[in-house]
């Protein structure tokens, strides 16, 4: 069980044009769904924090008019980053923590976002 | 502020041998304390966590050691086989709901068959 997947897997865009990943958790409800960015061999830098309903919460130094969040439903979270550049290239995960058990976070597979 | 460091960055260790790696964090506010496994290309899994009202758990091959006093909690990979080839994170966040997680910079483990 706890099962996250992320579609696409991976993208490869324009600079200038926005891409839209989803986050879903499969086989429970997700209360809060988390995005995070990963560059090449470093650690997860949490993006943002978003639970069904309400608006994401974003870490510091986010821009939150560029990676919009929506978390439409507990099994779906979506990040679209907007007119996206080549320093906007980099491997986006998302994870999910079920309802009964918050503190434990399931992560997805990951995106490989690349812009040309 | 780095909150969880975590150390070595890299370990190379033999079939069989045993992988330690350790964390050491600075906020008393955390309260709970897991360890992910990362492939290339791929997602973190999860691994084992502990809380701090125990100083020791184990699954499997792997175990958790935890140090309230220190502020330090390290991960044992027991017969390290070359299967457990890969990044491992450890990570802290405050027991509550909407916990957000605080990475350690990471480790590579290699094992050498």
């Known amino acids: 069980g706890a099962v996250v997947s992320q579609h696409p897997s991976w993208v490869i865009c324009k600079s200038g044009t926005s891409v839209k990943i989803e986050c879903r958790s499969l086989?429970?409800?997700?209360?809060?769904m988390f995005w995070y960015r990963q560059f090449p061999k470093q650690s997860l830098m949490l993006m943002a924090t978003s639970n069904e309903g309400s608006k994401a919460t974003y870490e510091q130094g986010v821009e939150k008019d560029k990676f919009l969040i929506n978390h439409a439903s507990l099994t779906l979270s979506t990040l679209t980053v907007t007119s996206a550049h080549p320093e906007d290239s980099s491997f986006y995960i998302c994870?999910?923590?079920?309802?009964?058990?918050?503190?434990?976070?399931?992560f997805g597979p990951g995106t490989r976002l690349t812009v040309t | 502020q780095q909150q969880v460091k975590q150390s070595p960055q890299s370990l190379i260790v033999q079939k069989g041998g045993i992988s330690i790696i350790n964390c050491a964090y600075e906020n008393t506010a955390f309260d709970y304390f897991p360890w992910y496994q990362q492939f290339p290309g791929k997602g973190p899994a999860l691994l084992i966590a502990i809380r701090p009202d125990v100083s020791e758990k184990k699954e499997g091959r792997f175990t958790i050691s935890f140090n309230k006093s220190a502020k330090q909690f390290s991960l044992h990979i027991m017969d390290s086989q070359p299967g457990d080839s890969a990044t491992y994170f450890c990570?802290?966040?405050?027991?509550?709901?909407?916990?957000?997680?605080?990475f350690g910079g990471g480790t590579r483990v290699l094992v050498k068959p």
């Open positions: 994870s999910a923590s079920r309802t009964g058990r918050v503190y434990e976070q399931y």
């Open positions: 990570a802290a966040s405050p027991w509550a709901a909407g916990n957000k997680l605080t």
């Open positions: 086989d429970f409800q997700a209360t809060t």
